[in-house]
C-alpha cells in the first residue's frame, strides 16, 4: 500500500511546453457562459455569450484528438458556480516534479482551487498550494532550465519571489505585459527548444530582446492574437494543436516542420483562452 502511495505521488513532473504530453487536466465547458468580461475576446462576444452545447461539443473532439494522440485525459467536475472552469490551466501549473495550486487573482473563478485540491487529494498527488496574492498558470511557462512568469492583472511579483525561493535549480525571468492580455500565454508561447510564438507588441523591448537572443520569435498577427494565435498546445514530436481559422500560424508552424492538428473550439475562445488554457499537464516525457 505504501510502495503504491509512493509511486502516484512522484507521478508529476513538467520540463518544458513541447516533450510528450502524457496526462493532462481538463474540465468540461458544461457550464459556461461570459458573466464577467474580464477582456478584450469576452467584450466582443458578450452580447452573443457561449453556446454551452456547441462548446462542450468541440471540447469533447479536442479530448478526443488528445487521447487519440495517447495523451491520459483526466477531467475535473464540472460546477455551476464557476463559468470559466475550462480553462484548468489557471488554476494550477507544474514545474519540475511539483504541482502548484494557484490562488485565483479574479473573484469570478475564485473556488475553483477547492475542486483541483480535491481531485489531487483523491489521486494521492502532493501539491503546493498558494495564499496570500494572486497568481495564475496561464502567467507561468517553464523551458528547460527557465520559468517565464508574466506580470499581468492576474499574477503579482510576490508570486514570482515565492516560485523563485521553492525552485533554486531554475532561474525566473518576468515578463510584465499590459493587463488587457490577461496572460502571458495569450501572447507568447515556447513550442521548441529554440522557437516561439510571440505577439511582440504586448511585450516591452527588454523583454523581447531576452527572448529574441533564445529563440526564433515566429511573429503573430493582431488578428490571430485576438483568436488565440499564440495559446497553441504542444504535445511533443513537433506536433501542435491549432485553431483552424489561425491560417497564418499554422502556415508558418507547418513550414517550420511541425505536425499541426486542427480542431475547432471556436466556441470556447469567445471567452478569451484556447488549447493551452483548456489544459493542465501534470507530466510530460522529454524533448
Not at 259 to 286: A, H, N, Q
Request: proline residues 4%; aromatic residues 8%.
Amino acid at each position: 500500500m505504501n510502495l503504491e502511495y509512493t509511486d502516484k505521488v512522484t507521478k508529476h513532473t513538467c520540463e518544458n511546453e513541447f516533450g510528450v504530453l502524457k496526462k493532462v487536466i481538463v474540465c468540461p465547458p458544461t457550464h459556461m457562459s461570459i458573466a464577467e468580461v474580464i477582456n478584450e475576446t469576452q467584450k466582443h462576444f458578450l452580447e452573443d455569450n457561449i453556446d454551452e452545447t456547441l462548446a462542450t461539443k468541440q471540447h469533447r473532439n479536442f479530448v478526443q484528438a488528445m487521447m487519440e494522440n495517447g495523451v491520459d485525459v483526466n477531467s475535473l467536475p464540472p460546477s455551476e458556480e464557476f463559468p470559466e472552469q475550462v480553462f484548468t490551466r489557471d488554476i494550477g501549473f507544474t514545474l519540475g516534479d511539483t504541482v502548484f495550486v494557484s490562488n485565483m487573482g479574479s473573484d469570478i473563478r475564485s473556488g475553483e482551487e477547492t475542486i483541483l485540491k480535491s481531485w489531487l487529494d483523491e489521486q494521492h498527488l502532493s501539491y503546493t498550494p498558494f495564499s496570500g496574492y494572486s497568481v495564475e498558470g496561464g502567467d507561468i511557462i517553464i523551458d528547460r532550465d527557465i520559468v517565464y512568469i508574466g506580470i499581468s492583472g492576474r499574477t503579482s511579483m510576490k508570486a514570482l519571489e515565492h516560485i523563485n525561493q521553492s525552485l533554486s535549480e531554475y532561474t525566473v525571468q518576468p515578463i510584465p505585459i499590459d493587463k488587457s492580455y490577461l496572460h502571458l500565454d495569450c501572447v507568447f508561447n515556447v513550442i521548441s527548444p529554440t522557437e516561439a510564438l510571440v505577439f511582440s507588441p504586448a511585450l516591452r523591448e527588454e523583454e523581447l530582446n531576452f527572448l529574441s537572443k533564445r529563440y526564433e520569435l515566429i511573429e503573430v498577427s493582431k488578428e490571430e492574437q485576438f483568436t488565440m494565435g499564440t495559446n497553441v498546445l504542444s504535445i511533443g514530436n513537433k506536433k501542435i494543436f491549432s485553431l483552424p481559422c489561425n491560417k497564418q500560424v499554422n502556415e508558418q508552424l507547418r513550414n517550420r516542420g511541425y505536425d499541426v492538428v486542427e480542431v475547432d473550439i471556436s466556441e470556447i475562445i469567445k471567452s478569451g483562452g484556447s488549447f493551452r488554457c483548456c489544459t493542465l499537464p501534470l507530466l510530460r516525457g522529454g524533448i
